[in-house]
Structures are given as C-alpha cells and as structure tokens.
C-alpha cells in the first residue's frame, strides 16, 4: 500500500510543472489573440495602456475557465506520454499496478483542476465581469468623445454613419459633421452641420451631439418625396453602450456578471419562452460543467498518453489538443443550439461532457486490455509518414 501511495505522489507531482508550463502558454496565447482590440483601444479610442491593463485583469478570470481544462489534459497527456517512452508504465506494470490504479492520481489531480475552475466560474468571473462592465461605464462617461475619430466614417453606433473632420477633446466640440441616420427605415435622414458640441445628459451612458446651424435633408422613399430642414440647433441622442461590445445597460446587469443566486433570479424573471430565460440557465449550468469537463478531459488523456509512445511528442500534442478542439466545437453548437431553443439548456451544456467520457472510459477499457486504439494506429502512421518527409527533404541531390 505504501509504494502505492508513493507511486501517485509521484505521478501527480509529474503533472505539476507540465500544467503550471501550459497554464501560462495558453493564457499568452489568449491574450495575443486580443491584440488587435487592445491596440484599437489605445490608438483610436484613447484608452490609457493602464486602463487596458486593468481590464486584462478583469478578463484574465474568464480566459482562465477555458484555459485550466486544456492545460489539466495536455498535462496528463504529456506525463504520460514521457512515463510510457521512458518505460517506467512497463516497471509499473510488472510491479502489479495496472493502468486503473494508475486512475486515482489523475482522478485527483483532476479534481483540483476542476475545484480551480469551479471556484473561477462561481465568484472569479462573476467578480471580472461585473468589474469590467463598471470600467467599461466610467471610461465611457470620463471620455465622452469615445469612439469619434477624426477624418474617419464611424459606424459604431447601430444603423448610423458618423464623419466628423475635427474633434477637440478638451472642450468636446466638433466641427465639419456629417451623419447618415438609418434608424428610420422608411426615410433616409442625412445631416450636415459646422460645427456642434458633445455634452452628456442626466441618464448614465448616453451621448448626446448638439448640432448647430446646420440642415436635415429627408427622403422618403415610399413616398417618393424629400425635403430641407435649416436649423439653429439640432440635439442627437446616441448609446455609448454600442461602442464597448458586450455590455448590457448599466440597469440591466450582463448574465456573466451575476452570481447563482441573481441567475436564478434572472431565470424566474422571464417567462418560459423568453430566449433570456434560456441563456440565464446555460450560464449556470456551463459554470458547472466546464469545471467538471477538467475531470473527463485530464481521464481521456491517460489512455492517449499510453498510447502515443511510439509517435513523436508533437502529434501527441496535436491529438490531445484535437480532442479538446472536438469539445470545444460541441459546446458552442450546444451554446447555439441552446441560445435558439433547439435543445434544452442541460443538453446544450453538458452533451460534450457525457460524449467525451464516453469516448474516455473506452480508451481507457481498451488500453487496460492491451489492446491498440485505432488513433495510436493512425497517429503512427502519421509519424512515420513526416519521418519519411523529413528524409526526402534532407537527402542530397
């Protein structure tokens, strides 16, 4: 019982430093992935680079839910993987541990990735979400010319066309606009103006244009009629909300934001048929059933593992990552599916768990039999078929 106990400390102090290595690989990835907004933060909307770097921070909990599972199984995998070329599951074997008792220290460490992300979609992201929807307002309000840029067609605003050649941020005034409004369908509104100023009025995150001596030309298309309208001064109310992407109004909280006990609220506030009621309970149940995914992901990757010895590391990698794509792509089409109302929002969410246990708990019968999967068959002739490449490249002419 003793070497028992000292084989999976050793096994899961093994997984440690490969998860810590994928942890902060994964979470650079991500965050490169975001460059692109972070730079049209900083150079069109002036957002300060410490103001970017908070809201990193605020984003980092959410990333982090999807990062933990794929770094818990690319752990195992890679442990295994190295235990198995090293011969040291061979010893293991002939000492009488076959691969179910090798189970119980990836079944724990499993679990603490799953309590790690449990506690990251129960109180981390709610925390982020809620954090970074405020930052998002008090940017918004501090800098009341956000998302006007100078000498550039805007369309952030919803069914609007804005040009303004000339913006001083200092005192909020603009100079040379000229709007397309498309919020009419059955007119076309374009307005030109001189010059006009931006002030903010007494609701929270509204922008209000004040345009002076300038003329509204209308066209009524079914009516095949149009006209001019001069005026002194013209006020236009626009939602700052359309700029910052994915925040709700500040009265009407985002579902990611809410803890279970709002969410449940949330649910019993709209009735059956509402599409809000039934993104309200995916919420919930994906806070549940990512975590748990840590666990069935981190027991797929020990047959894998003992399996690909005889492949190069690389495709091991790629496989293993394969399959999280595979459980990645499942649980947006349940997302999808669930957000139209094709499935309910249980099936929605945790469909890819059950099918990627499924899938685990055969390769795992299988490779507990000595028996070949057939992915270890295809990942070798995947090995040999770039070894032979590699040859051809290098021979000399």
């Given at each position: ?110 679990l603490v990735g799953a ?86 009025t007494i609701e929270k ?15 009524n298309r079914g009516e ?174």
């Open positions: 019982m003793t070497a028992v106990k000292i084989i999976d400390r050793y096994v899961f102090r093994e997984m440690l430093v490969p998860c810590g290595l994928c942890v902060l690989f994964f979470t650079f990835l991500f965050l490169m992935a975001e460059m692109i907004k972070i730079v049209n933060w900083i150079v069109n909307y002036n957002v300060s680079i410490g103001t970017v770097f908070i809201a990193i921070l605020f984003t980092l909990p959410f990333l982090l839910t999807f990062v933990l599972p794929m770094s818990t199984m690319v752990a195992v995998l890679l442990t295994f993987l190295r235990l198995s070329t090293d011969n040291e599951i061979v010893a293991m074997k002939s000492c009488g541990l076959g691969i179910y008792k090798l189970l119980l220290p990836v079944v724990a460490f499993g309590g790690l992300t449990l506690a990251l979609t129960l109180y981390a992201v709610p925390w982020g979400k809620g954090e970074l929807e405020q930052l998002a307002y008090s940017v918004a309000e501090s800098n009341i010319s956000l998302g006007l840029r100078e000498r550039t067609f805007n369309d952030s605003f919803k069914n609007m066309i804005l040009y303004v050649k000339h913006v001083d941020h200092k005192h909020n005034t603009i100079k040379d606009i000229f709007i397309e409004d498309k919020r009419r369908p059955e007119a076309a509104v374009t307005i030109v103006a001189p010059s006009g100023a931006l002030v903010t995150f509204r922008l209000q244009l004040q345009l002076y001596n300038g003329t509204i030309y209308q066209t095949r009629s149009s006209n001019a309208i001069h005026f002194k001064t013209y006020n236009m109310n626009l939602d700052l909300g359309e700029l910052i992407g994915e925040v709700e109004k500040p009265n009407y909280r985002h579902r990611e934001s809410l803890n279970l006990k709002e969410l449940r609220e949330r649910i019993d506030l709209f009735p059956e048929s509402h599409p809000a009621k039934n993104r309200a309970r995916m919420t919930l149940h994906r806070r549940f059933s990512i975590p748990a995914a840590c666990l069935v992901l981190a027991v797929l990757a020990l047959p894998l593992g003992i399996q690909a010895r005889s492949t190069k590391p690389f495709l091991s990698m790629a496989f293993g990552l394969s399959f999280f794509l595979l459980y990645y792509l499942m649980l947006s089409a349940g997302y999808t599916f669930g957000e139209r109302g094709i499935i309910p929002a249980l099936w929605s969410m945790w469909l890819p768990n059950a099918v990627m246990a499924a899938i685990g708990v055969y390769f795992l019968i299988q490779t507990a039999r000595e028996k070949s999967l057939v992915i270890s068959l295809i990942m070798r002739l995947l090995s040999r078929m770039t070894a032979s490449g590699f040859k051809h490249t290098t021979s000399p002419v």
